[in-house]
């Protein structure tokens, strides 16, 4: 499986984006899916992840409230839909395939995309 993210930028802060993960050569409608992203300087720290039915999801509690995740399998791809968001929220944002189970450690997960970056300014 192969992932490419899109959709980050540079917006204000309060200013929305909505983040894509679609997979080629394979499909994720069978995967668990988590976004994780990295700050300059910083280790990758765990957003969210989606079960593979779209019912089940969880947060990072600094952007519970703010960042929706959801999925659409017949289109192979995941969405991060972020409000509110914050300079502390500039990072890249990665999508990653979890084969077997979700979890917020980035070593669950069996493939990675690239990153998108999104950069929130003051």
């Known amino acids: 499986v192969q992932l490419q993210a899109s959709g980050g930028g540079l917006v204000q802060a309060g200013d929305s984006l909505t983040l894509s993960c679609t997979a080629s050569r394979g499909t994720i409608s069978t995967s668990d899916m988590g976004w994780f992203r990295q700050a300059p300087g910083k280790e990758r720290e765990f957003v969210s992840a989606?079960?593979?039915?779209?019912?089940?999801?969880y947060y990072a509690d600094s952007v519970k409230g703010r960042f929706t995740v959801s999925r659409d399998n017949a289109q192979n791809t995941v969405y991060l839909q972020m409000n509110s968001l914050k300079p502390e929220d500039t990072a890249i944002y990665y999508c990653?395939?979890?084969?077997?189970?979700?979890?917020?450690?980035?070593?669950?997960?069996?493939?990675w995309g690239p990153g998108t970056q999104v950069t929130v300014s003051s």
């Open positions: 989606i079960g593979k039915s779209g019912v089940s999801w």
């Open positions: 990653a395939v979890a084969i077997y189970s979700m979890s917020n450690q980035p070593g669950t997960y069996d493939y």
